[in-house]
T-cell receptor, first 114, second 114 residues
Framework: AQSVAQPEDQVNVAEGNPLTVKCTYSVSGNPYLFWYVQYPNRGLQFLLKYITGDNLVKGSYGFEAEFNKSQTSFHLKKPSALVSDSALYFCAVRDIGGTYKYIFGTGTRLKVLA | KAGVTQTPRYLIKTRGQQVTLSCSPISGHRSVSWYQQTPGQGLQFLFEYFSETQRNKGNFPGRFSGRQFSNSRSEMNVSTLELGDSALYLC?????????????FGQGTRLTVV
């Protein structure tokens, strides 16, 4: 079965420092991986996706993610964190077998400290 | 381009009642999916509709149902509400039903069952 894991419930980082939010996956075949962000009382906003090609994917708001096949990881990164980046981040994989549903990780709360 | 619109934003219902939630996808999008978000279970897939046909259903009881209209708008219905149905219900739309396409989420409907 397809799955993603986000090992950290919360990540704290100082404003201006680089941030990393971790995600590992377990899929059959090629993974289709996504990152979303959720602000309080809002829906999910798409940040970026990996389908194929370059292992470093650039997305919205200065975020990027590195796909590592050998480590089955897809970590979200940003060179310099902003207080406004504080939110809940979800990693997800698209299911196979014709459903195409998202399978989400449990989420990581990012807190950027001023 | 208008985003995904979900109505109502907030809803309070009593146990045993039924409720209907509405979702208007982004113009031109034909795939609509529904997810339930709770603190305990995270984000869980409910169902997906494409061109008025239910393509897949998640592991939820038959009290949860949905439909899609010819203009791609979708509704989901929950009958005989239980306290455990309290959640944020998210609708997502995509231009097509495929693994490589990102979905765009609405702001959600917060359902509280008392």
């Amino acid at each position: 079965a397809q799955s993603v894991a986000q090992p950290e419930d919360q990540v704290n980082v100082a404003e201006g420092n680089p941030l990393t939010v971790k995600c590992t996956y377990s899929v059959s075949g090629n993974p289709y991986l996504f990152w979303y962000v959720q602000y309080p009382n809002r829906g999910l906003q798409f940040l970026l996706k990996y389908i194929t090609g370059d292992n470093l994917v650039k997305g919205s708001y200065g975020f990027e993610a590195e796909f590592n096949k050998s480590q089955t990881s897809f970590h979200l990164k940003k060179p310099s964190a902003l207080v406004s980046d504080s939110a809940l981040y979800f990693c997800a994989v698209r299911d196979i077998g014709g459903t195409y549903k998202y399978i989400f990780g449990t989420g990581t709360r990012l807190k950027v400290l001023a | 381009k208008a985003g995904v619109t979900q109505t109502p934003r907030y809803l309070i219902k009593t146990r045993g009642q039924q409720v209907t939630l509405s979702c208007s996808p982004i113009s031109g999008h034909r795939s609509v999916s529904w997810y339930q978000q709770t603190p305990g279970q995270g984000l869980q897939f409910l169902f997906e509709y494409f061109s008025e046909t239910q393509r897949n259903k998640g592991n939820f009881p038959g009290r949860f149902s949905g439909r899609q209209f010819s203009n791609s708008r979708s509704e989901m219905n929950v009958s005989t509400l239980e306290l455990g149905d309290s959640a944020l219900y998210l609708c997502a739309s995509s231009p097509r039903s495929s693994r490589d396409t990102e979905a765009f989420f609405g702001q959600g409907t917060r359902l509280t069952v008392v």
